[in-house]
């Protein structure tokens, strides 16, 4: 048995080995990340899925996406190249069809953010013969909200312009009507569309009010506003609730009642906490990394929760950068070479590999049908493993774990 054990770890370092030979191939993270951009354009929201070409995928630029590769490309050192992003979320803030009152989409066409007024992609519906909104990418949900404002924000601490903490306050203001005094409070998921008549979401999701933490803490040493820190608060007190001693887990959040806590464990909810609140990285809540491990791993990586079990590239980036910030080297090393086994030649990340992935939530348009992440190039994971190469902790906008305040501008 030991032999059989020596056998198998000896196998799987070979094969890091090789991965990491053949992402020597290819460029690194950031050099990827940063060829997508082009800083003379001007405002620009990137293809969340470049090779996708028909579908509800196509040409599509999700915000929490294009929030996210913002943020690494400052961790990159290319912050020309991160205020084309930023300046395409500033510009949809103005120039939406419909909204002026601080939310954004979840999604936009990609290329040049430069039309009046800004669309969301629409989709072609069969039945009506038209093309019609796709209520999830028309729709706000908070959790993108805080994205956006994180990326304005971590611009304004290495370029300040009035303009990104101005963007990023607006954004809050609308985040902010979506407190819940229900069960433990917290904030609820957003709207979906029409514009005419949206329709409000009223569950509560962990991952959503931990981004909400970072998000209104940022906010809150930009301005020197306290009701940001007091919103801080009132997110962080329902991620605290949604920890499980009888697992070692965050829940992911709660049903429609707002109460009733869901028990499914997904890796967002355990490492995103771990990165961007005080004090989480210690116990017990670090349990909730063991428990990643025990009911995500997966061979090549980690998966999105445990309703499949193929390897989730953008998570995998994730638990990455917790190891690296937390001082874990050899798991660092480990977990970089297992993301960048899932690369193409051009140096583009796969959503994951080799099938498609289930979520175990329902699809946002279609509760009642499964959500999937498909074996296709993907915008997030290569922004996630920039910021796993750097050691850039999104949630702070800097290097580190938040158990050390940031020091005011």
């Known amino acids: ?36 951009v082009d800083p003379e354009a001007g405002p620009t929201f990137l293809a969340s899925y470049p ?31 991160a205020r084309a992003i930023d300046d395409a979320i500033v510009w949809a803030l103005a120039h939406d069809r419909a909204w002026h009152d601080g939310r954004l989409r979840n999604g936009y066409a990609a290329g040049a953010a430069k039309e009046s007024p800004i ?8 039945e009506t013969n038209r093309w019609r909104d796709d209520w999830y990418q028309a729709g ?4 993108n909200m805080a994205w956006a404002m994180l990326a304005l924000l971590a611009l304004d601490r290495v370029s300040p312009d009035a303009k990104y903490r101005d963007g990023a306050v607006k954004i809050g203001t609308w985040v902010a009507g979506h407190l819940d005094t229900r ?10 569309s029409p514009d005419s008549a ?15 933490v970072a998000a209104f803490t940022l906010l809150a040493r930009s301005t020197h506003d306290a009701v940001w820190s007091e919103r801080a608060t009132l997110a962080e007190r329902f991620v605290q609730a949604m920890w499980d001693n009888s697992c070692g887990c965050f829940a992911v959040g709660t049903t429609d009642d707002g109460v009733t806590r869901s ?18 990285a210690a116990s017990p809540y670090a349990a909730s990394l063991s428990t990643t491990e025990g009911h995500l791993r997966v061979r090549d990586g980690f998966t999105y929760s445990e309703a499949g079990r193929g390897v989730w590239t953008e998570g995998t980036a994730e638990v990455a950068l917790l190891q690296r910030l937390e001082g874990h080297t050899r798991e660092w090393t480990e977990l970089t070479a297992l993301v960048n086994a899932q690369r193409r030649p051009d140096g583009s990340f796969y959503a994951t590999s080799p099938a498609p992935l289930p979520t175990g939530f329902g699809d946002a348009n279609d509760p009642t049908i499964q959500s999937f992440y498909y074996p296709i190039p993907h915008l997030a994971p290569a922004a996630w493993a920039a910021l796993a190469e ?20």
């Not at 069960?183 to 979906?192: D, E, H, L, P, R």
């Not at 949206?198 to 909400?212: A, F, G, R």
């Not at 499914?264 to 355990?270: E, R, T």
């Open 140 to 143: 706000s949900d908070t959790g």
């Open 51 to 81: 090779t996708v070409t028909a579908g509800s995928l196509h040409g599509v630029a999700f915000l929490y996406d294009n929030a996210v590769a913002s943020i690494a490309l400052i961790g990159c050192g290319e912050t020309e190249r």
């Open 263 to 280: 028990a499914m464990i997904a890796l967002d909810a355990q490492i995103s906490p771990l990165l961007a609140l005080p004090g989480m």
């Open 1 to 36: 048995m030991f032999a059989t054990l020596k056998a198998a770890m000896f196998a799987g370092t070979l094969m890091m080995i090789a991965a990491s030979a053949k992402a020597a191939d290819i460029p690194s993270a950031c050099t990827y990340l940063s060829g997508l």
């Open 390 to 409: 750097r050691g850039f902790n999104p949630f702070l906008a800097s290097a580190g774990l938040p158990d050390k305040a940031l020091p005011d501008r």
């Open 183 to 192: 069960g433990a409070g917290g904030f609820t998921g957003g709207s979906k």
């Open 198 to 212: 949206p329709v409000d979401v009223t569950w509560k999701s962990t991952e959503h009010n931990t981004d909400l």
């Open 119 to 126: 669309e969301p992609v629409k989709r072609w519906d069969q």
